[in-house]
């Protein structure tokens, strides 16, 4: 749920040199402190300041630094409410592209996150379009969307699509020898291998890599995901210890966007790992945690199998009413989706990437035509000077001749 804005009655004393200074200190509260909950005070009195001061870029601003709050704390109804109205405003008044693109790919994750992946590649493609059509040399800015687009034709299962936009993230962050970069990048792609060939080596390959880079520049925390990918194949595999080992590890690690929906999911993947463990006191400790926490934030995805391994432990216990309201439980929360759905979303963000296809198919014929073009005018150019330079070598040598003759003839 969104916070009211606070209110004033008067002009705050802050200049615009002051608003920018508390916007840069509520970014950095946001990306480098983790605290989006004070980020959202400074906030506050930007938006208020902004808006009094009728300044729209520092509207669109704050209201971008206050999205991105709301992503850090899942609320991503919020967060995509002032992504929306921070692009209505910056569309129409700003002049900085780069920033616009930023934006709309921040739209991009929050609808991803809410699973709406057909308007998340939306977003997506119109953040990289931006950049493209504008031409700004922003890889830092096309990583963000390249990754975000790589994760949705993974989920609409088109592996080439994922591992083609993943690849164009790792070429980069091998040239320029971005090692946190080159930790995510594999820990993706541990993820799309894992989509397509569930438990397989090739998974497996990649989340060890992104753990052992962590490792190596002394920064585990960045091996949370890869963690959470390894302990879900030694679950598939019944190794429920290691399976238990990994979701531990990565629970206590700290996480950034979508912090509430991972914990919400290691605690069900814990409850599950010791449900089969036979520690069911445990599991219904962890499991119930889970249930709190999601109820609380709206984030529901997990509630389902939560109250399915709930009634799993109160059957195995021999509470038959208890077992069967958490199976009912379970069947509220049940994910009604279909195959239709996801074929519609695939046709969607198909339809996206043909656009974005034929428009860079349009840009290279374009440039060949342009590259052509160039060509023949140097030909033309090259032409002319020849035939200048020789008219001009022709006369002086004319030239000579006569002087030399009316010399010799005066002789």
Known sequence: MELPLIRHDYTLSLSKKGIDSLLTLADSLNTKANLPQKSLLLTQISLVSGRQMQEPNIVAKALQVRGTSYLLLSEYQAALKNYREA?????????????????????????????????????????????????????????????NLSVFWMKMRNKKNALTYQQKVEKWA???????????????????????DPGGDSSLYFFGSAITLSHAIRNPD??????????????????????LSCFRQALLLPKGVG???????????????????????????ELLKGEQLALQSGIRNDLS????????????????NEAYHYLKRSLEYKDTSDILSVRETQKIVNELEIKYQSVQKDKTLAQRQLDLQEKKTEL????????????????????????????????
């Open 87 to 147: 692009i209505n405003i910056y569309g129409i008044k700003g002049k900085d592209k780069m920033y616009l693109s930023f934006m709309y790919s921040l739209k991009g994750i929050a609808y991803s996150y809410l699973g709406n992946y057909d308007s998340a590649a939306a977003a997506s493609y119109k953040a990289i379009n931006i950049l493209e059509t504008h031409n700004l040399d922003s890889h830092r800015a096309a990583i963000t969307i390249y990754n």
């Open 174 to 196: 091998q040239t320029v020898g971005d090692t946190d970069l080159l930790i995510k990048t594999n820990t993706i792609k541990g993820y799309i291998y894992d989509h397509f």
């Open 222 to 243: 960045l091996s949370v995901d890869a963690l959470q990918g390894i302990g879900t194949i030694h679950f598939r595999r019944k190794q429920y210890q290691e399976a």
């Open 259 to 285: 912090a509430k929906a991972a914990e919400i999911d290691m605690l069900n993947r814990i409850g599950q790992c010791l449900f089969q463990l036979k520690a069911y006191s445990e599991a219904e400790k």
């Open 305 to 320: 199998e939560i109250y399915q391994t709930l009634s799993y432990i109160k059957d195995s216990l021999g509470s038959v």
């Open 380 to 411: 033309k150019e090259k032409t002319f000077w020849f035939a200048s330079v020789s008219l001009a070598f022709l006369l002086l040598t004319i030239l000579f001749i006569v002087i030399f003759r009316n010399n010799q003839q005066r002789q």
